[in-house]
């Protein structure tokens, strides 16, 4: 009886070793699969930071930016992001003489930008931390 219980532990635990060696390099997978979608090109675009997986919702990892992007929860915005927290126009990004700018639409859980809320539009910098609801993106620019 002893011998068929060990039996029995020793491939369930062989079982879940199996288990995390195959979750670690799905991680590393979906990690170079996100790198390898970012085009080499001098484009700006924002890198989602939260793992993908964690989020109830789908969302890209890379959106490139154009002249004006807008996000939010309502489909005819660029970004769409459905999160319970995030108003259906929620914020915008706007080039405006070779710069980018953030600008909160009165949103009603409001944009952050490095932490602090946004009041008004301000410039974005390479390496800038977005986040709206339960989504936080970063600036990426080659400037």
Known sequence: MFNLLSLIFRYFFILIIYAFIFGIIRMIYLDIKAISE??????????LINRKDSLPFKIKEVYTLDDTITMGRNKDNDIV?????????????????NFYFLEDFDSANGTYLNGDKLMDAIKLRNGDRIKLGQVEFLFVSND
Do not use: F, Q, R
């Open 81 to 97: 992001i459905v999160d319970p927290y995030v108003s259906n126009h929620h914020a915008k990004i706007i080039l405006d003489e």
């Open 38 to 47: 970012v085009s080499v090109s001098n484009t700006p675009y924002l890198k």
